[in-house]
Nanobody, 115 residues
Framework: VQLVESGGGLVQAGGSLRLSCAAS????????MGWYRQAPGKQRELVAF????????HYVDSVKGRFTISRDNAKNTMYLQMNSLKPEDTAVYYC?????????WGQGTQVTVSS
């Protein structure tokens, strides 16, 4: 599976962005998938995940109520709607399976939130 993230950018605090994760390969729909992020000088962390059919989601406390993860298996694509962005959300965002597979990491997409 090859994963390509897009949709990042520079936004002011309080703004919104929608990230996309496009997957190649036929196994996308059977995987639990997640969004991860890595801020400068910090370890990569799992932000949210969604089950294979999309029926269950989970969020880290710091983004609950602000981020929404979703997926469209027909399009082999996963999304992360990010609202009420804060400067501390600044990071490179990646998608991967749960548990992650080292060979699935893409280039990520940079999200920068200015105060």
């Amino acid at each position: 599976v090859q994963l390509v993230e897009s949709g990042g950018g520079l936004v002011q605090a309080g703004g919104s962005l929608r990230l996309s994760c496009a997957a190649s390969g036929s196994t996308f729909s059977i995987n639990v998938m997640g969004w991860y992020r890595q801020a400068p000088g910090k370890q990569r962390e799992l932000v949210a995940f969604i089950t294979s059919g999309g029926g269950r989601t989970h969020y880290v406390d710091s983004v609950k109520g602000r981020f929404t993860i979703s997926r469209d298996n027909a399009k082999n694509t996963m999304y992360l709607q990010m609202n009420s962005l804060k400067p501390e959300d600044t990071a490179v965002y990646y998608c991967n399976s749960i548990p992650f597979r080292p060979n699935y990491w893409g280039q990520g997409t940079q999200v920068t939130v200015s105060s």
